[in-house]
């Protein structure tokens, strides 16, 4: 009897030791595809009887998918337990908690991780004292308020602000109800919509209706006549219709393309000759255009090379003939290691949002005087009610200065952008009494020491005619309904020694053992921001999918790493992920996935001297993006 209850209890055990598996094992392909919700819910499933040596990853896992889903407090409490059980930490894990913790608005507890983080990492010029800066900005001018008044509108973008233009007495805008999401991961699609009164929104003609990607669109800006509409999009395609199998569920494998801008001509108030922008490039994201008063500027973000790290802001000029030059990187005055995003240009100014200046919490509103040559002054906070400790988006502007719109998530904790209209009194003939409430009802009276403003009448913005029309790109082949091409990586050819021939009747069992544990195959590299590795490599994976075979009592350690350019956290992610997709590759061709062993290391571990600040090529660097592979016992 007493034999018969342990077996029972063993066979139990071990169910749930599989079920466990499968769960991380799905979560894992949620998340690599970014359906953080579903990634959660099979995250927190294996949590039920995960293995102490288990808890840190998943308590990462579901931090990563909240902090990426933009629900902050959530990510501090993964974070938090993280921590707490102070097992197998990074320093990378106490840079994320301090975001967070910052995000959150809780700046003393964040310079603590920050600081941990320095000490562990012996670096005082990290990204972690740049967010230490940023902290002691924040609080001294905490109870700084600028004469402005803000409004929630009731504009409908269903998740996260994409930008906006305004455009005849209405918005163009992106909102995610109207597209088919990719299982929980919301699609953008441009709509228009009328300005009732500043605040509401009603629905407006289908002027958009020929700019119909199969996936996201956003980031509009309006040429100065309102006859170009400059967008960003992407789209969606199966990758060959192949199916993954995962723990018995099916999920289909998609790859979302880099994003490109392009431009739409206006005919009788209908967008349509949809033209790509000739700067584009598959092996890079361009987003968020801006078109300059006089049309021939376009501003917009990129992670090209040559940048400072994450989305960078760029310039293009275009000539006499009508085509575009080269881009230009504004430089460190206003690129950072952090991302850059939503430029806006409004007569000699700039309006951007970044993560890496001076700020309140994640994403601020920045503003510059622009010279003639097109490149930004020294920019500076635009300060409360405009930003908070959470991240202020896409400000636009109009009537001097006085009227305008931005975004914010600053008044939820789902991860939902709301978008406000403010009314800046800086501007008023009349100079009043700052304002230190931020009203969330949207039709909620001001405060009874101060006057109501006089929103009451829709912003309209009319075409402006200038001597000379602005004049269209040539014309190049519409890509309406299509997908811009999926990027197919090459990866740098590093030869190390082959792999010994797994068939070998003239050594024992245990010689051939020792050989492979002693064996070090060939490293895999990737191109930059990429976890797809070259065809070329599936030699190497082949070999060591035979030798497992062959010696099926040894393990497979696979360890990913970075090169140093970007944020060390982004890099310890992204290392992580190169050796998931290798251990993918490995288990769908018939190695256990118990058997595999994952490890990302980010820039910690790099193979020569290009490590932050130090001036090397793509091909130093791309030493350092590789995966390394060895079996253990």
């Known amino acids: 009897m007493i034999k018969r209850l342990i077996f029972l209890m063993l066979v139990i055990s071990s169910f749930k030791v599989q079920a466990q598996t499968k769960a991380i094992e799905l979560g894992d392909v949620y998340y690599d595809y970014f359906q953080y919700d579903e990634a959660i819910k099979n995250y927190e499933q294996a949590l039920l009887s995960a293995k102490p040596a288990d808890m840190p990853y998943l308590y990462r896992q579901i931090a990563y998918c909240h902090q990426y889903s933009f629900r902050y407090i959530k990510a501090e409490e993964f974070y938090t337990k993280l921590i707490q059980d102070n097992i197998d930490l990074t320093p990378e894990d106490h840079l994320d908690f301090g975001k967070m913790l910052k995000l959150n608005g809780k700046y003393e507890q964040a310079k603590e991780q920050f600081q941990k983080f320095n000490e562990l990492k012996k670096n005082a010029s990290s990204l972690a004292t740049i967010h230490i800066n940023s902290i002691d900005w924040a609080m001294k001018n905490k109870d700084v308020v600028k004469p402005a008044q803000i409004y929630v509108t009731d504009l409908n973008i269903n998740g996260q602000c994409l930008g906006y233009a305004l455009f005849e007495g209405g918005m163009i805008y992106a909102r995610s109800d109207t597209k088919k999401p990719v299982g929980t991961m919301p699609i953008f699609d441009l709509d228009y919509a009328l300005i009732s009164d500043s605040i509401h929104f009603t629905a407006g003609d289908p002027i958009l209706k020929q700019i119909d990607f199969e996936a996201n669109e956003g980031a509009p800006s309006i040429n100065r006549m309102g006859s170009l509409l400059y967008f960003n999009a992407n789209a969606t395609k199966l990758k060959n219709g192949k199916v993954r199998k995962v723990g018995g569920t099916e999920i289909s494998e998609e790859s979302v393309s880099n994003f490109k801008i392009y431009v739409s001509l206006n005919q009788e108030n209908q967008f349509v000759k949809i033209q790509e922008l000739p700067f584009n490039d598959n092996k890079y994201n361009c987003v968020h255009p801006a078109i300059s008063d006089d049309g021939n500027t376009l501003y917009f973000a990129s992670d090209m090379p040559g940048g400072y790290g994450g989305l960078d802001l760029y310039m293009v000029r275009r000539n006499s003939e009508g085509t575009w030059g080269s881009p230009v990187n504004l430089g460190t005055t206003v690129n950072t290691a952090e991302n850059e995003l939503f430029p806006f240009i409004y007569k000699d100014r700039i309006y951007f949002s970044s993560k890496g200046l001076n700020g309140y919490g994640g994403y601020d509103i920045y503003t510059a005087k622009v010279a003639l040559s097109g490149i930004p002054a020294s920019p500076q906070n635009m300060g409360k009610p405009f930003n908070s400790h959470r991240d202020d988006l896409a400000y636009i502007t109009y009537e001097n200065g006085r009227y305008g719109y931005f975004s914010s998530n600053r008044e939820n904790n789902e991860g939902k952008d709301q978008v406000y209209f403010f009314h800046d009194l800086t501007f008023d003939p009349i100079p009043e009494a700052p304002v230190t409430e931020i009203r969330k009802d949207t039709l909620q009276a ?188």
């Open 446 to 633: 001001p405060v009874a020491s101060e006057p109501k403003p006089q929103i009451t009448k829709a912003p309209v913005v009319t075409p402006v005619p200038t001597p000379t029309p602005t004049p269209a790109p040539k014309p190049v082949a519409p890509v309406t309904k299509q997908a811009p091409p999926i990027v197919k990586q090459a990866t740098p050819a590093i030869i190390t020694p082959s792999a010994p021939t797994v068939q070998q009747p003239q050594r024992s069992r245990q010689e051939i053992e020792e050989l492979y544990l002693a064996k070090k195959f060939n490293h895999g590299h990737f191109m930059l921001n990429s976890i797809n590795f070259d065809e070329a490599y599936q030699t190497t994976l082949d070999t060591l999918v035979k030798a497992y075979k062959l010696i099926p009592t040894l393990r497979i350690e696979i360890s990913g790493h970075a090169d140093a350019r970007g944020p060390s956290a982004y890099n310890q992610t992204l290392s992580l992920r190169r050796a998931k997709k290798i251990k993918s590759f490995l288990v769908s061709h018939g190695v256990p996935s118990g058997k595999v062993i994952v490890r990302g290391y980010g820039e910690t571990q790099l193979l020569n001297q290009c490590s932050d600040g130090v001036d090397c090529s793509d091909q130093e660097h791309a030493i350092n993006r590789r995966v390394e592979i060895k079996m253990i016992r």
